[in-house]
C-alpha cells in the first residue's frame, strides 16, 4: 500500500519517488525517474518528466507539463497552465532531445507562478519570488521580486506571506506576520526576522 493518492486515471511509472501524503489527480503521469516530496499536490492532466525534481508541499495546479531540467524547492505554486521550457533553440528538423540539451530551471522556496505563464529555461526564480500571471519570463528573478509583462519586468516587492511591500519611505518592511524585511539595493531584498 502507497502512503500517497493517485487517481485511477493517473499513470505513476515503476521508479518514481512519490513522498508521503501527496496528491496525484486525474489524468497526470509521472516518470519513472521523477523525484516528488511530501505533501505535494499535482493537479489534472499534469505531467512530471524524468529528472524532475519537486520539493515538500508544492502545489502543481492544473494542465502543467514539468520537463526535463525544472527544479522546484519546497513550497513552490504552479497556477493552471502555466509553462516551463527545457530547451533554448529547439527544432524539429534537428532534435534536441536528449539529458544533455536540457537548461536547468530552479524555482526557489516559496515562489509563486500565475496561471498562463512562461518561464524560460535556463532562469531562476528566487525565493518567494511572485510571477504574475501571463508573465514570459526570461531572465533570472530576485528573491521577494514580483514580475509581470511580456517579456516580464519587475514591478514590486512582495513578501513570503504574500504583502506587497512598499519600500519607498524606508529600507525596512514589516509585513502582516511580524516578519521584516530590508532592502539592500535595487535588485535584493532580504528577510531579517
Known amino acids: 500500500m502507497s502512503n500517497f493518492f493517485a487517481h485511477e486515471s493517473a499513470y505513476i511509472d515503476e521508479g518514481a519517488t512519490i513522498g508521503e501524503g501527496s496528491k ?24 512530471v518528466s524524468n529528472n524532475v525534481t519537486v520539493g515538500d508541499k508544492c502545489k502543481i495546479q492544473n494542465n502543467v507539463s514539468l520537463y526535463e531540467g525544472v527544479v ?13 521550457t527545457n530547451v533554448k533553440t529547439p527544432r524539429s528538423e534537428f532534435p534536441r532531445a536528449t539529458s544533455e540539451h536540457y537548461a536547468t530551471t530552479l524555482v526557489k522556496r ?20 511572485f510571477v504574475a500571471a501571463g508573465a514570459v519570463v526570461t531572465k533570472d528573478v530576485p528573491a521577494y521580486a514580483m514580475v509581470a509583462g511580456v517579456p516580464a519586468r519587475q514591478i514590486g516587492w512582495m513578501s513570503a506571506y504574500g504583502d506587497v511591500m512598499d519600500f519607498s519611505q524606508s529600507d525596512t518592511f514589516t509585513d502582516s506576520q511580524g516578519h521584516v524585511y530590508e532592502k539592500r539595493g535595487p535588485s535584493e531584498v532580504v528577510r531579517l526576522k
Open 24 to 47: 496525484i489527480w486525474h489524468f497526470s503521469h509521472v516518470f519513472p525517474k521523477a523525484v516528488i516530496g511530501k505533501g505535494v499536490i499535482i493537479g489534472q492532466n499534469v505531467l
Open 72 to 84: 522546484l524547492e519546497d513550497f513552490v505554486f504552479c497556477g493552471p497552465s502555466m509553462v516551463f
Open 110 to 129: 516559496g515562489a509563486s507562478i500565475g496561471a498562463n505563464a512562461t518561464i524560460v529555461c535556463g532562469t531562476t526564480l528566487g525565493e518567494c519570488a
